[in-house]
């Protein structure tokens, strides 16, 4: 009997290719993640397929940079990172706009690695501070920034939609 090597987790960038897996990931990643914060009805609804379309935009936008955790082969995770979409941000100031896990691989890992990850890349090209949005109620969210570092830093904002408001926190980390 030949012994097995353990799953190896690494990130890289991603390409269209991967647009596919970073959808189903995202609608998963909502539909398990904020359910009880966002209406039944509005995460039911969700659409593959949609999801890609925005995503296969997103990845083609100047200074984004999407990045996949994988676990041999299988993606199980996506962080994007931009330069900040906030009014009066320096310019030297990066953003996680989205940062997902696939939810059957929760404290896999997969999170901590796209968070280092997009760190190392924001100071790669010189921004000196990282910054994310975070729906209030999301307390796994949350936890898991501030483990990795971020804290949140006094802003809110909310983002309203047709069925519903969220009520978002900025969390920031310098990486200077």
């Known amino acids: 009997m030949t012994p ?11 390409t269209f290719d991967d647009v596919p897996d970073v959808a189903r990931i995202h609608v ?7 359910r009880g914060q966002i209406p039944d009805s509005v995460l039911d609804a969700l659409d593959i397929e949609q999801r890609a379309g925005v995503w296969k935009k ?6 984004r940079v999407l990045l996949l955790a994988q676990l041999d082969t ?12 906030d009014a009066g941000a320096a310019p030297d100031t990066a953003e996680v706009t989205a940062m997902y896990v696939d939810p059957d691989h929760y404290r896999s890992g997969a999170g901590t690695a796209l968070m280092a990850a997009a760190c190392a890349e924001a100071r790669g090209r010189g921004d000196r ?6 729906i209030d109620t999301n307390q796994r969210g949350r936890r898991f920034y501030e483990s990795c570092g971020l804290r949140w830093d006094g802003a809110t904002q909310e983002v ?13 980390v310098d990486l200077v």
């Open 28 to 34: 998963r990643s909502w539909q398990s993640g904020y």
């Open 74 to 85: 299988r993606t199980i995770g996506f962080c994007s990172l931009s330069p900040s979409r």
């Open 58 to 63: 997103n990845i083609a936008e100047p200074g």
């Open 160 to 172: 309203k939609r047709p069925e519903y408001t969220l009520h978002e926190l900025r969390y920031r």
């Open 129 to 134: 501070l990282l910054t994310l949005w975070v």
């Open 4 to 14: 097995t090597s353990p799953p190896v987790l690494r990130v890289q960038r991603a």
